[in-house]
């Protein structure tokens, strides 16, 4: 190795879709701070969008590998993509070899076992088009470690697929943006309590609250699945279901404020709704 080479760390996420590659992605997101600013995470399915030309889709990704690259202090990436063959990766790993010999690149590849089945249970809502036929035919090999010298065993990891639970597949499948879905809560986006703001000179103000806004993610799940429910069950299920949380903050300056939003407890709600027949089991 050359000195002065610097170091990166290319992380190749391997598995069919559903399998949880876009979750582990967001999980490792970092914005990096360039004369743009830039993701760590470079998101193959985006690139293809604008072309199918399996040329044009490599360009692009060493493109933004470069990109990456150049931000000063970064050394990790994660390349997010449709890799189910040994050889789309190791096609990877040499163009980015070959075109970047002035860094000392570290790959590392994190795969996810074939679980079709499980697979498309995940992929129910998640896009306004599902990939159930890609994931049902696309070929999945295991990665070969042989064909990846580079990649020392500590360097591959294998995960398993972990099954959506039916509460969070029936809320993303009937309109709930996945942004607000996480660990079984339904969360509506956060408005401020109001707070004051300062200054190291002693001024300082104050901001007004915002006006609590409606739980609209909730009340379009409830209308949807359930359009004949009464009033007073409709109230009954919002309060042993929802509330709003307070989230207090403060900054530098001595500023304080709080912001607040509401949740369900999705798991509790589908529980509640599927014992009294308002929705039936998913399948």
Sequence with gaps: ??????????????????????????????????????SNVIDVDSIAKESYDKDKITNRILEQVGQIFLVKGNTHLI??????????????????????????????????EEDRAACIWNDKGRREQNSMFSIENLPFEVP??????????????????????????????HGCFKRHVNDGILKSDSWCLGGTWGHYDGEGGTKEADQQPDFEAFETL???????????????????CCKVVTVPDSDYYGGSWADAHHECDLEKLYSILKEKGYIKEQS
């Design 144 to 173: 070969d470690t042989k064909l990846f010298p580079e990649l020392i065993y500590s360097r591959i990891r294998k995960h398993q697929v972990v099954r959506r639970s039916d509460a969070k597949n029936w809320a993303l499948e």
């Design 79 to 112: 390349i997010d993509g449709l890799f189910t063959t040994n050889a789309q990766v190791r096609t990877l790993m040499d163009r980015i070899i070959n075109k970047f010999q002035d860094y000392n690149i570290t790959f590392k590849l994190d795969w996810w």
């Design 222 to 240: 409830i209308e949807t699945t359930c359009p004949e429910i009464s009033y007073l069950a409709y109230k009954k299920i919002v309060i042993e």
């Design 1 to 38: 190795m050359a000195k002065n080479m610097q170091n990166k760390v290319v992380n190749i996420l391997y598995g069919l879709p559903g399998s949880g590659k876009s979750t582990f992605a967001s999980e490792n997101t970092e914005q990096l701070i360039s004369k743009y600013v830039v």
